[in-house]
């Protein structure tokens, strides 16, 4: 009988009001945890006004909170906001506000493509050629892997659909599974605007080693993400899963050539698989 024995699902969510300041949404609804966040900023200079949070449910019941975190107030709201949050308390017991935070700096920068008035871009074919110009390596694009210089407007279909309020949604899902033996199987989904993917672990609960690795890339905008489709099959078997940092997943995915958003969704299950074995390693001490 297969039964579930974790689950967990990110929500992240970027809107603009006619006056050009943004909301960035982001929520963790989980088997254990329930938290929030919510950046204010004005998108003409990039900059955060307002940043709250809440913790809503935890293992415990305990730190349960809602509040401001003034840390952030006049700081950007791109990734140069990452080490502050990274230096920040944490507010959860299990890092959750901070991942939030960071999910919702990484909506603003996918959002940013419908934020040119803004910030003084004359189009999104201006845009692009800023990316191609002054972001090697930043995500998107990987310079020199473009199959074109204008694909990404075309892939997101901001020539012909340029959105104003609603500027970018996300979805990140993962759920820990098992038969009743050894083995477990995470299934992880990762949907946003403008990438869809799939990916699969097996490992064993006991020895904690991969035993089983698969992804399928549905929806994709570069040649590397579709080489992934290819290539990653069998990726990570006989690592232990507990081990694997994010730096690791996005080395062995291929650094900056490879798939950001695969490294984000693994990550994220890996976490899931080390967070659920310290859950039942205090079970089997209190039993």
Not at 89 to 102: R, S
Request: proline share 3%; net charge negative.
């Amino acid at each position: 009988m297969i039964k579930v024995i974790e689950q967990g699902a990110y929500m992240n969510r970027v809107d603009k009001t006619p006056d050009g300041k943004i909301t960035a949404e982001c929520s963790f609804l989980g088997t254990r945890y329930e938290c929030s966040v919510v950046i204010y900023a004005d998108a003409r200079g990039m900059k955060t006004e307002k940043v709250l949070y809440a913790v809503h449910r935890t293992p415990q019941n305990d730190n349960l909170v809602q509040d401001e975190i003034s840390e952030l107030a006049g700081e950007t709201c791109t990734f140069g906001a990452s080490g502050i949050i990274k230096s920040l308390p944490d507010y959860d017991g299990n890092g959750l506000i901070k991942e939030l935070l960071l999910e919702d700096l990484r909506g603003i920068s996918q959002a940013e493509i419908y934020m040119l008035e803004e910030i003084g871009v004359a189009d999104p074919i201006e845009y692009e050629k800023i990316w191609l110009d002054q972001k090697v390596n930043y995500c998107r694009p990987y310079t020199g892997r473009m199959p074109g210089l204008y694909d990404w407007p075309h892939h997101v279909n901001s020539l012909n659909h340029y959105r104003t309020r609603n500027l970018y949604n996300k979805y990140k899902q993962y759920t820990i599974i098992t038969e009743g033996g050894d083995e477990a199987v995470i299934n992880g989904t990762y949907q946003d605007s403008f990438h869809e993917m799939h990916a699969q672990i097996s490992y064993s609960m006991t020895g904690r080693q991969i035993t089983g690795f698969d992804m399928t890339m549905q929806r994709w905008p570069y040649a590397a993400c579709f080489e992934m489709d290819h290539t990653a099959s069998g990726l990570f078997v006989g690592r232990n899963i507990d081990e694997l940092t994010k730096r690791e997943i996005g080395g062995m995915i291929g650094g900056p050539n490879g798939c950001f958003h695969l490294v984000d969704i693994v990550a994220d299950m890996a976490k899931a698989a080390r967070d659920r074995r310290e859950l039942d390693e205090i079970r089997t001490k209190t039993e």
